[in-house]
């Protein structure tokens, strides 16, 4: 056959790599039709964007999500870290938990300019 003969294809074939997300697995086992979940899928990316090849588009989109985890997880740790070094101090006489950063914020508050005052607090 030329290439101007040849047959279009009529079936596609899907498979899992050993890498992917457990999550497709369980998206696929939750479906009671692949075939039709698919083509709802296409549909509705078509329809928001346009039939460009997007092949690259999943190493990108994993590539992402791993940039926001281990970004999520740089801020919490931050957070973390944060709040060990939160200056605190425990007065025994009267049993109370001194914050010595909300002291300075007091004090910074103090420096409010007139014009910084909303009118109905003047």
């Known amino acids: ?4 003969q040849k047959k279009k294809r009529t079936v596609y074939s899907f498979g899992l790599k050993k890498t992917d997300s457990p999550i ?3 998206f696929i ?6 075939s039709e979940t ?3 899928l296409i549909y509705k990316y078509v329809s928001e964007n346009n039939t460009a090849d997007i092949s690259y588009k999943f190493n990108e989109l994993l ?11 740089s801020i919490n740790e931050d957070n973390v870290i944060e709040s060990e070094n939160h200056d605190t101090s425990y007065n025994e006489e009267s049993n109370n938990i001194i914050d010595t950063n909300d002291t300075n914020d007091t004090e910074n508050n103090n420096t409010l300019e007139a014009d910084d005052i909303p009118d109905c607090y003047k």
């Open 29 to 34: 086992e939750n479906q009671t039709n692949f």
């Open 24 to 26: 497709i697995k369980e």
């Open 38 to 40: 698919v083509r709802y």
């Open 63 to 73: 590539f992402n999500n791993a940039m926001t985890v281990n970004t999520n997880k």
């Open 1 to 4: 056959m030329s290439d101007t």
